[in-house]
Every structure is written in C-alpha cells, then in structure tokens.
Nanobody, 116 residues
Framework: QVQLVESGGGLVQPGGSLRLSCAASGFAFSNYAMRWYRQAPGKERELVAGIGSLSSDTNYADSVKGRFTISRDNAKNTVYLQMNSLKPEDTAVYYC?????????WGQGTQVTVSS
C-alpha cells in the first residue's frame, strides 16, 4: 500500500522556521522525483520545490528561493522541506508528491500557518 505521510506543520510567527517531513512507503522511493506543493484557501495548488531521485537537482518557486530547502534521505524514504524566514503568505496546506513518468502519489497534507 502506497503511503506518503507529511508531518511538521503548525503555527509559527513571521520570520520563524519549520521543517516538514514526508515519509514514504509502498513504492521504490529512490526512483521517484519528489516535490512539495502548497494550496492556500481560495487559490490553486502550486509547486513549491522539487528534487530529483539522486538529489543532484533541485528547483524552487521564485517566491521561496533562498528561504526554503528541499532534501531527501533515500535510506529513510523521506523527503524534507526546511522553511526559514516564513511569511504570512506562506500559510497553506503543504502536500508531498512522488512522481515517476505518469505515475504519481500524494500525501494528505499538513497545515502551515504563519501568523503573529
């Protein structure tokens, strides 16, 4: 059974940090590119960051460049999103996605709220 389980979300003040984790099971994690998406209320889901299967290539949305870092540990079947200098506009539900060709899996999401 394929599972992607996100954790690490919560309430944080502007300027603070959070580290999201996504634990994968039920598929060959190391063969999949991994991505973090987010969706704020009333907005479309958007790509935040992505990382290739070998961790050598990463990409980021312009809005998070220099503040967020995506990484993966293939031995632990886990992908991370380190989020620093958080802003209120980063408030959203964050989703983990695994993708290989036309096959994709999604987690259930974790809420991140940035507010004073």
């Amino acid at each position: 059974q394929v599972q992607l389980v996100e954790s690490g979300g919560g309430l944080v003040q502007p300027g603070g940090s959070l580290r999201l984790s996504c634990a994968a099971s039920g598929f060959a994690f190391s063969n999949y590119a991994m991505r973090w998406y987010r969706q704020a209320p009333g907005k479309e889901r958007e790509l935040v960051a992505g990382i290739g299967s070998l961790s050598s290539d990463t990409n980021y949305a312009d809005s998070v460049k220099g503040r967020f870092t995506i990484s993966r540990d293939n031995a632990k079947n886990t992908v991370y999103l380190q989020m620093n200098s958080l802003k209120p506009e980063d408030t959203a539900v964050y989703y983990c996605n695994a993708q290989q060709m036309m096959v994709g899996y999604w987690g259930q999401g974790t809420q991140v709220t940035v507010s004073s």
